[in-house]
């Protein structure tokens, strides 16, 4: 029998396709997700956004500074000598000879398959005399021509090699492995054995190594691991922290520490600048000893971050680390938040464990506000100092403006362009448009509640103990959409109005457009309140109706009754009676066909209800299945901030808190996709009692101030149903033994009938 022989590649073939598969399985992918995009794109995407943020640190320090890249440059490099080794194996493949083919004795002879014999004799006369090693031929050639030659003639050699496909008989089957001899020849042993030990025991240990070490410093969110601890601990201590404790606790981030982060440093120049900004500010405590709060790290970042808040001019080396403190803080304060809710987490199953306060939450999200525009605690009651030209001057002149009351930056848009030009006239032309530039790329976001209870017989009957599920749908437009809404409600003003209009829709019409949004989202509420009463009073005039013509028919009896004779009164009171009686069953046929109605009604809209609860459940289900599988961009609209140094998106956080309590009622949600329309499940259980509960839901931005939406929402709780103890599906053993007495009780009767039979 045929063995199996196994042996290296002598002539490198095989190795060669190896290494072309092996290198188009790294080049190929690597180019795809590794080769720099087009600075083209960035560059127009810049111009596009200059108009508006041409006057932002982070847009100036763009375009003034740019810093030459090489690693782009080292990718395409890398990635061209890929493709350049990849091509160049593939020619060497294409260029090997094939040495594993079917072996055809009619193809070493010349000739066609099927050849006749004398044909067969003439041809390998030709060759011999050809290729004989007596006449200087090719000895190995001649003998193929030979081994083909007896092939096709000898019947034992030709039965080998139909069978076997050689004319010798079963050979033993090779397999060639990719690698080339020289790897396991003895002269080479100790050097492949160097080699293999250099890459499996010290690199490949090295490499894992520090991965592991670095990996498990960091949280998911890349935050030290120290960081968070050290968060954990002084929110816990303080439960209710104003906003000079929580920067003094946002200070004391291990990102800030050279030890723990390379990236941060430690100049010689810091002995004498820091406590020179430490007396020009003021108020700051370093005597009291609470580490790591008072650590030299930690009091140089705090103090950065409120000079930043204080807007104080610093070094060219003070300035450089305070833009590297303040492009953490954002995510910094994400961290704290997340602490916060761990902390509220463990406080609901634990009695004896302190949760933080609401206003701790709260004050977090508006230092992250206050830092990212650059402003102070008493400065975010303005909010339009977030503007460009507006500076505590020129908000004055607008705040304090006789004719128009001007307090927030919806106040502002909601103005004519008349209105708004003549509050403004301060400012020249290129100032006034800047600011109509910004302000039209602030956001306008609105939402929409709806409280449900999932998985449950009715949705939307929330009872004690179940778990609620608050639908929030999140709306976001730019304020330049409510420029043009104000521009065609300007336009239909000054139209003449026709005659028929009533006076209450032209009140309508002199309302702007965003006071129709603001007043419209009270109506509903405003209705909800008076359907019952409606339907009540509904009944009643449906009631009466009904009884009408019972009566009158009957008093028309009566009236007739007067003029006819004493003989006559009997017959007419007997058709009148039957008339009654007609008119009764009437009645009463149409008060059944009523109630089939109702019922038929009832039923429908039960299907109905039915089919629409589970169409909601359908598509939360689809919801939640496109929110796991979808990876969204968390690129959405990029944040107008005059002095922050990088460039920042719009991120918000909504939450459900009790105003009444200060507590935090459903665990703040960090949008970080909101485009146009983005859609939010909040889940808490229900109050154990029963009752109306009053709570708000909560929308924050942390990047802009006075933008902020705060919606109420009325809960109604009720019972639970009480379980029940018997039902009437559970009772198998009394049905089955009415069953029985049943059928006892037919096969008597059958009995009976053939005993009469």
Same mark, same amino acid.
């Given at each position: ?47 596009? !956004?200059?108009? $508006? ?9 763009? !375009? ?7 690693? /782009? ?43 006749? /014999? ?33 092939? +096709? ?26 690698? /080339? ?92 600048? $820091?406590?020179? !900004? ?8 370093? %005597? ?25 001019? +610093? ?59 650059? +402003? ?91 778990? $609620? ?159 796991? !599988? ?32 200060? %507590? ?63 039902? /009437? ?29």
């Amino acid at each position: 029998m045929a063995g199996q022989q196994f042996q290296y590649d002598d002539s490198g073939n095989t190795f060669f396709y190896f290494l072309t598969s092996f290198v188009g399985l790294i080049v190929i992918p690597a180019t795809y997700y590794f080769w720099p995009r087009d600075q083209n794109s960035e560059q127009i995407r810049l111009n596009n !956004l200059r108009k $508006v943020h041409g006057r932002c640190l982070w847009y100036r320090l763009r !375009l003034l500074k740019p810093q030459p890249n090489i690693i /782009p440059r080292i990718k395409k490099l890398a990635l061209l000598a890929g493709w350049v080794l990849f091509i160049f194996l593939a020619y060497k493949v294409s260029q090997t000879d094939r040495e594993y083919q079917e072996y055809n004795p009619y193809e070493v002879l010349s000739l066609k398959p099927g050849a006749a /014999p004398a044909e067969i004799r003439r041809q390998y006369r030709l060759l011999s005399l050809k290729f004989h090693p007596d006449k200087g031929g090719d000895e190995a050639m001649f003998m193929r021509i030979a081994k083909a030659y007896a092939a +096709l003639t000898d019947e034992e050699s030709r039965k080998n090699w139909e069978e076997y496909g050689n004319p010798d008989g079963p050979q033993a089957t090779s397999f060639g492995i990719a690698l /080339p001899a020289w790897i396991v020849d003895q002269k080479n042993s100790m050097l492949v054995l160097f080699v293999y030990g250099l890459a499996f025991m010290v690199i490949l240990p090295v490499v894992v190594g520090s991965w592991w070490y670095r990996s498990i410093r960091y949280s998911g969110d890349q935050i030290l691991i120290r960081t968070t601890q050290i968060y954990m601990c002084f929110i816990y201590k303080t439960r209710n922290m104003d906003m000079k404790r929580l920067i003094t606790v946002l200070a004391a981030a291990a990102e800030f520490d050279p030890q723990f982060n390379k990236e941060a440093l430690s100049r010689p120049t810091d002995n004498v600048e $820091v406590p020179q !900004l430490i007396r020009e500010i003021g108020g700051i405590n370093i %005597k009291k000893n609470e580490p790591p709060l008072t650590f030299p790290y930690s009091l140089k970042a705090r103090v950065l971050i409120l000079a930043e808040l204080n807007r104080i001019k +610093l070094s060219e080396t003070l300035e450089e680390d305070q833009w590297f403190v303040i492009k953490k803080c954002p995510a910094l304060i994400q961290e704290m938040i997340n602490v916060i809710c761990q902390l509220n987490v463990m406080a609901h199953s634990r009695d004896d464990f302190r949760a933080p306060s609401l206003t701790t939450l709260e004050n977090c999200m508006k230092l992250s506000q206050m830092i990212v525009q650059g +402003l102070r605690l008493q400065q975010m009651k303005n909010p339009l100092l977030q503007l460009p030209h507006i500076d505590e001057d020129n908000y004055r002149r607008v705040v304090n403006h006789k004719k128009y009351k001007i307090k927030s930056i919806q106040d502002l848009v909601s103005l004519k362009e008349s209105e708004r030009r003549s509050l403004l006239h301060f400012l020249d032309e290129d100032k006034y448009e800047d600011i109509k530039a910004v302000l039209g790329s602030f956001p306008h976001v609105t939402m929409d509640i709806k409280p449900q209870v999932l998985d449950d017989e009715d949705s939307n009957k929330i009872t004690v103990g179940s778990l $609620v599920t608050v639908l929030v749908t999140v709306m976001r437009q730019s304020m330049s959409e409510i420029f043009e809404m104000e521009q065609t409600v300007c336009i239909t003003e000054d139209q003449p109005v026709d005659d028929g209009l009533q006076q209450g829709d032209m009140g309508k019409g002199k309302n702007k457009g965003w006071q129709q949004k603001s007043k419209g989202s009270k109506k509903p509420f405003k209705s909800k309140k008076k359907k019952p009463v409606k339907k009540k009073g509904a009944i009643q005039p449906s009631q009466v109706q009904q009884k009408q013509p019972g009566q009158k028919q009957a008093n028309g009896t009566i009236g007739n009754e007067v003029a006819i004779k004493d003989d006559e009164d009997i017959s007419d009171k007997g058709s009148d009676s039957e008339e009654d009686d007609n008119i009764k069953d009437s009645q009463s046929e149409k008060e059944d066909g009523s109630d089939a109605d109702t019922d038929k009604e009832v039923l429908e809209k039960d299907n109905k209800d039915d089919e629409a609860e589970w169409q909601a459940l359908q598509q939360s289900i689809q919801r939640k299945e496109r929110a796991f !599988l979808e990876t969204k961009s968390k690129v959405t609209h990029p944040v107008y901030s005059l002095h922050f140094p990088e460039e920042k998106q719009e991120w918000w956080w909504i939450y459900i808190a009790d105003k009444k309590d200060q %507590k935090l009622v459903a665990m703040p949600y960090h949008i970080c996709t909101l485009k146009d329309r983005e859609e939010v499940e909040l889940k808490f259980p229900a109050p154990r009692r029963p009752g109306i509960h009053q709570y708000i839901v909560c929308l924050r931005s942390d990047s802009y101030f006075g933008l902020d939406r705060v919606q109420s929402l009325k809960l109604e709780v009720h019972e639970a149903k009480p379980i029940l103890e018997n039902h /009437p599906q559970w009772e198998t053993s009394a049905e089955g033994e009415d069953d029985q007495e049943d059928s006892e009780g037919f096969e008597e009767s059958e009995e009976e009938e053939e005993d009469d039979d």
